[in-house]
């Protein structure tokens, strides 16, 4: 297929918040050894790319500083070296920047067949979530079969994921969000328990549900208070993991509950891992959780989807927090 020289995309006027995102244009890049060019059908937004807009996330050295970690579309050109993949395929495919255009490069083992049952438009909304899911609950958290779950923001594309992933293990889902309306989805979305955190004190549920034992691990993407209390709902042995910090990075802890009931705390970042890191992910998101799409024991929910041109009000609706599930760019229209 012939190219174009040029693709429309989106670029930020400096750091600020949703407006400084405007249309633009640029020059569609090359795949080099290793890397697929994909002709994007869609990105996802994330918070990530809000923390980065406001200059509080700087892409880490290398990666394209152009918004936009993951996307769908099919592949337009391969570069040397690449062998699973040929042009026309559908794939979604996590990258390390640039999504918001209508041409990305990304690396070949960092890409993934669209899932069964799942469309390319909601495509876009697997890599992120589902990589760092995957990388905290079950292999930095040790998720076993028959455990005791704490999900926050369980609404979240992070949420969502979250749920079906601790469900997959048999696991008992437990979950903060902000309404009566969220709490009421995530209980028929699969969480056994919901917790409105406006309403009521999420340590004492916890406690009250587990009959005073607490949770075996607790994945949080809030920080800030939520730091001391995440230890009071850990059972013994359990594991707190840390994947953002929507309050705060800081906190006063007291961390003798940590010795005592021989706790772990763990934290990642997707985007600063390795190459290799990312390539092992992918391998296993494809094996374990894309199977569970095909026989429809887990599904997407796509919130909303705003043209490419729009991605300031994308990005206003992420931080407004009213969404339940992902929010995309519809890159082809």
């Not at 405007?22 to 790319?49: F, M, S, Y």
């Not at 840390?242 to 906190?251: G, P």
Request: some cysteine; aromatic content about 6%; hydrophobic content about 45%.
């Amino acid at each position: 297929m012939t190219l174009p020289t040029t693709m429309r995309c989106i670029d930020a006027r400096g750091a600020g918040g949703p407006d400084v995102l405007v249309p633009a244009t640029a020059d569609v890049p090359v795949p080099g050894d290793g890397e697929v060019l994909i002709q994007v059908a869609c990105a996802g937004v994330n918070r990530p790319d809000c923390l980065q807009r406001a200059g509080a996330y700087p892409p880490p050295p290398g990666a394209n500083p152009r918004l936009g970690l993951e996307i769908s579309g099919h592949v337009a050109a391969c570069g040397p070296g690449v062998q699973r993949w040929t042009v026309g395929d559908e794939v979604c495919a996590l990258v390390a920047g640039g999504g918001y255009a209508e041409y990305c490069v990304a690396p070949a083992a960092w890409c993934l067949p669209v899932p069964a049952g799942v469309s390319l438009r909601d495509a876009a909304g697997l890599p992120e979530t589902h990589f760092t899911v995957w990388n905290n609950l079950v292999d930095r958290g040790r998720l076993a079969h028959g455990e005791t779950v704490l999900v926050h923001g369980g609404t979240s594309g992070i949420g969502l994921t979250a749920i079906q992933v601790a469900r997959a293990f048999d696991a008992t889902v437990i979950v903060t969000a902000g309404s009566a309306e969220k709490t009421a989805f995530c209980r028929a979305f699969g969480a056994q328990h919901a917790i409105d955190y406006r309403q009521q004190d999420f340590v004492a549920e916890v406690l009250r549900i587990t009959a005073e034992r607490g949770v075996d691990v607790v994945l949080d993407i809030v920080g800030g208070d939520y730091l001391p209390r995440n230890l009071r709902c850990l059972a013994l042995e359990g594991r707190l993991l840390l994947i953002a910090f929507l309050k705060s990075s800081r906190a006063e802890i007291d961390f003798r509950p940590v010795m005592l009931r021989r706790l772990t705390i763990t934290g990642s970042t997707l985007r600063a891992s390795t190459f290799a890191r990312k390539a092992e992910l992918a391998r296993s998101v494809e094996a374990h959780l894309w199977p569970r799409y095909a026989s429809g024991r887990m599904r997407v929910v796509t919130h909303a989807v705003f043209p490419l041109a729009e991605a300031a009000k994308a990005h206003a609706l992420m931080e407004s927090s009213q969404h339940v599930g992902k929010i995309l760019l519809d890159i082809r229209g």
